[in-house]
């Protein structure tokens, strides 16, 4: 496609549910990027992608979260047994080698 | 570590205007990039512009240029002749540009008003 790509746009879990946010990234992005933007914030680093490779998942607020990125293109970020201080916007992120970040719309996540 | 700050939450200008959003940054590196985005109310991130540290002369991209001072470690966005579409949050952003460290760090952003 012409741009990052996210899915859902908005979710809506009660808190304990499991969730399960999609990313596509532009075609021969190699780079990946999650990040988790709170209300009035900046984006805050979860985890970065090299092709399939989870190079850094510094980021990741708890074991809860996971991703991953089995064929090096689509990237799924799950996030176990919900809470409510996980609402936040979801960013995904791709780029070529030490180019610019290409957002996608984020998905909206509300725990309730 | 790598910090990014933007010392200003909140900014105003009168349409036509020109105003100036701050960033300061820290870092070890003596090699990297820096970025301001542009983020409407439909939450897409987008590049405004980039500035290369190596690079002594300061980027521009139509109405918006930076003031880069490296040895200040200050990057500051202006922009010139605002329009009502320029409203938004700013993010000023630092990237390493070598090494597998190739998180981006973001500021808090700048909620920039423009006034008709």
């Known amino acids: 496609g012409a741009g990052v790509s996210q899915s859902p746009r908005y979710k809506v879990a009660k808190r304990g549910q499991d969730v399960a946010l999609r990313c596509d990234p532009i075609s021969g992005h190699v780079s990946l990027f999650w990040y988790q933007q709170a209300l009035g914030q900046g984006p805050e680093f979860l985890t970065y992608?090299?092709?399939?490779?989870?190079?850094?998942k510094s980021g990741l607020p708890s074991d809860r979260f996971f991703a991953e990125r089995p064929e090096g293109s689509v990237s799924t970020l799950k996030i176990q047994r919900t809470q409510q201080e996980d609402s936040a916007v979801y960013l995904c992120?791709?780029?070529?080698?030490?180019?610019?970040?290409?957002f996608g719309n984020g998905t909206r996540l509300t725990v309730t | 570590a790598q910090t990014v700050t933007q010392s200003q939450p909140e900014m105003s200008v009168q349409e036509a205007e020109t105003v100036t959003l701050s960033c300061t940054y820290d870092?070890?590196?003596?090699?990297?990039?820096l970025f301001w985005y542009k983020q409407p109310p439909s939450r897409q991130m987008i590049l405004v512009i980039r500035?290369?540290?190596?690079?002594?002369q300061n980027a521009t991209e139509n109405r918006f240029s930076v003031n880069f001072q490296k040895a200040a470690k200050s990057f500051s966005l202006k922009i010139s002749d605002s329009q009502l579409g320029d409203a938004a949050m700013y993010f000023c952003a630092y990237r390493r540009s070598i090494g597998t460290g190739n998180q981006f760090y973001f500021g808090t952003g700048t909620s920039l008003t423009v006034i008709p």
């Open positions: 992608f090299q092709n399939e490779a989870q190079l850094d």
């Open positions: 500035q290369e540290a190596y690079k002594q």
């Open positions: 870092t070890s590196e003596s090699d990297y990039y």
């Open positions: 992120a791709s780029s070529l080698r030490n180019s610019p970040l290409h």
